[in-house]
């Protein structure tokens, strides 16, 4: 072996990190067999490592190390390489406050699945257990609901990466960050890197996609699996509603299967496909129109029409505008409309106590109460006053300082009287004008209606003595009388033949009581 | 516009004040008397004042005389049962823009008022 090979034997070129470091190694040896710089050069070329990726100096260094101590190994890092930096995917963060609600729905959910199926029971407040960590099933809701404008989470944006090169001159690929997973939902924008909700409704949130659904879609029941409906949106409800659950929504409520003893509050419509068996405790506070196939033992109010296909059974019932149940029965309680009821039978024939009030205005009762009081009180003032007045005007200028001052006060009072008479007469022209847009004292019976039956026309109360064959139509005149036609008869049927005229209301029919004030208005 | 009314007759100021507002004047201050009406003036600085002449304490016709010494132009109205043509000249002596003797009606009151404001402004 020559000179040179024994140099070369002595250099080790190793490449570590994947590329990215290459060390030299010289291993212990004689003086003179130690390489010199060109020998490492040379076996760095040979491992094709790239000029620029040579460290300066440092070959020389090694070297100086390995003459200094020939009996030891010396190595050094001569080369490097430059790591790639990867890019960073651009994120979506959900907003703290909906993780945590969505933690809580996961923790409901866990929870429910843990719960002995007995220990759910209806009646009691939903559920809850008596650990720290207890779930109300009932009120804590299994959605999370976003109002339009809420702050729903942010957008981390994503990095691009830089490429590396290695000790051989090589690049190396920086992995490309990639555009954000999440699909936002077109109810949803961005603000800068804000994002916010675009409408109200239900937060559906999975592992590509983020969005607002308005309407609240249940496929099952309202249960302990739902708890308590609070949304601002439409809700459909493939299933039914269990006992003692609610029910607000500011949209149309749809509920396809039985509702049971629960509780509605809507601002709009709600249709019940089937019906609602309230048991006595079901409740029912609509804003619009309530279309169902039967109602049986509910209370409530409804603010628009009610449309019923078969049965009005044992309710307590307002509504603000028409009733529409030509094919059905109304069979107990109370059904109250102000406007026309068009039913199939009132009553059965068990005698079952009914009490159907059509035209009710309730509302313009106390009004037409204060208005009558005062042009009343008014009429006293005046006709009082007349009488002083024209005693005193008789006498002429023979007047005392004190009964000028009085002649004054009594000629100030004839004035009042007057513009408050005239006043009043308005409030009640007004008040007629809206009474006359709100009521229709009209109840048309197709088929029945049966002994038992109490109806009351406005102020107007019959009691049915025996069953009446239908159809019948019951109203009011202008004058507040009650007239009634008896199938399809153009002339009318003297009420006293089917009912007991219990009450006339005459004296206190708001609508003619106001007329008299003011006989002129519509 | 300020008003101040002077009667010791409680309904008469009521009268007053109700015709007032029905011209649009929210401003009004009442007094019983003149001693007591020129306690207030000072501080309620009126635009015009409906003056009472048969009063307990100070009468209309002294509140005048003691009123115009230090106020000439502040319109004044008496409003009175003393309807002798001699009062009234000593009223329009004393002061007064205007007269009104009792019983007067609401109209007649916003008509005297309109005409004194009118009177006192051109």
């Known amino acids: 072996m020559n000179g040179v090979d024994a140099a070369g034997e002595r250099i080790s070129v190793t490449i570590e990190r994947g590329g990215l470091s290459c060390t030299v190694i010289v291993r212990s040896g004689p003086e003179s067999t130690l390489p010199t710089e060109a020998d490492i050069l040379a076996q760095l070329e040979v491992q094709h490592i790239h000029p620029s990726r040579i460290l300066g100096g440092v070959v020389a260094d090694l070297l100086a190390r390995a003459a200094a101590e020939p009996g030891a190994d010396q190595s050094e890092v001569v080369a490097q390489g430059q790591p790639a930096e990867h890019g960073r995917s651009a994120e979506f963060t959900l907003d703290p406050a909906i993780r945590a609600q969505l933690d809580a729905i996961q923790l409901r959910r866990d929870r429910l699945e843990e719960m002995p199926a007995g220990k759910l029971n209806a009646k009691t407040a939903g559920g809850q257990t008596s650990e720290q960590d207890a779930v109300d099933f009932r009120s804590q809701s299994a959605f999370v609901v976003v109002q339009k404008g809420d702050h729903i989470g942010q957008i981390v944006p994503g990095v691009e990466g830089t490429d590396g090169i290695d000790v051989r001159g090589h690049v190396i690929q920086a992995k490309k960050g990639r555009s954000m997973s999440v699909k936002l939902g077109e109810s949803l924008r961005a603000e800068g890197s804000e994002v916010i909700a675009q409408t109200s409704g239900v937060l559906r949130y999975q592992i590509d996609r ?64 089937q019906g609602m068996a309230g048991r006595g405790m079901g409740r029912l506070e609509i804003g619009g129109d309530l279309h169902t196939g039967y109602l049986d033992g509910v209370a409530g109010k409804v603010s628009g029409n009610l449309y019923v296909k078969r049965e009005i059974k044992e309710c307590r019932l307002c509504v603000e505008r028409r009733v529409v149940c030509p094919d059905g029965t109304v069979y107990g309680g109370q059904l109250v409309s102000r406007q026309s009821v068009d039913i199939g039978v009132i009553g059965g024939p068990g005698g079952v106590e009914t009490e159907v009030v059509v035209g009710r205005l309730a509302e313009i009762e106390p009004l037409a109460d204060r208005i009558s009081h005062l042009t009343h009180a008014v009429q006293v003032e005046r006709e009082r006053s007349e009488g002083e007045l024209k005693a005193l005007q008789e006498r002429g200028k023979k007047l005392t300082s004190a009964q000028a001052e009085r002649l004054t006060e009594l000629q100030y009072s004839q004035v009042t009287c007057e513009d408050l008479v005239g006043r009043v007469g308005q409030a009640a022209a007004q008040l007629l004008n809206a009474a006359g847009s709100w009521t229709e004292t009209k109840l048309i019976v197709r088929r029945a209606v049966y002994k038992g039956a109490r109806i009351r026309l406005r102020n107007v109360v019959l009691e049915i003595r025996d069953m009446v064959q239908g159809p019948i139509l019951l109203e009011l005149d202008k004058a507040g009388s009650p007239h009634c036609h008896l199938r399809g008869a153009s002339e009318p049927t003297p009420i006293g033949e089917i009912a007991t005229i219990r009450d006339t209301g005459e004296d206190r029919d708001p609508i003619v009581r106001l007329r008299g004030i003011s006989p002129h208005a519509a | 516009m300020k008003v101040m009314l002077i009667d010791d007759s409680k309904t008469m100021r009521n009268i007053q004040r109700s015709v007032l507002r029905q011209l649009g004047i929210e401003q009004i201050e009442e007094a019983c008397d003149g001693q007591d009406a020129l306690s207030k003036v000072g501080a309620f600085q009126p635009d015009l004042i409906l003056v009472d002449w048969n009063m307990p304490n100070m009468d209309g016709l002294s509140f005048i005389k003691a009123f115009r010494k230090q106020d000439k132009s502040t319109p004044l109205i008496m409003v009175t049962t003393e309807a002798e043509k001699s009062r009234v000249i000593e009223a329009i002596k004393a002061g007064v823009n205007n007269y009104l003797v009792k019983p007067f009606t609401p109209d007649m009151l916003s008509q005297r008022i309109n005409e004194t404001i009118a009177k006192c402004s051109a």
């Open chain 1, 210 to 273: 983020v969005e607002i659904d308005p309407v609240l879609e249940i496929r099952g029941d309202v249960d302990f699996e739902t708890g308590n409906i609070d949304f601002p949106g439409c809700v459909n409800v493939s299933g039914g509603v269990k006992d003692h659950f609610v029910v607000r929504a500011g949209g149309t409520v749809t509920v396809h299967k039985l509702v049971e003893a629960a509780e509605f509050y809507t601002s709009s419509a709600v249709v019940l496909t």
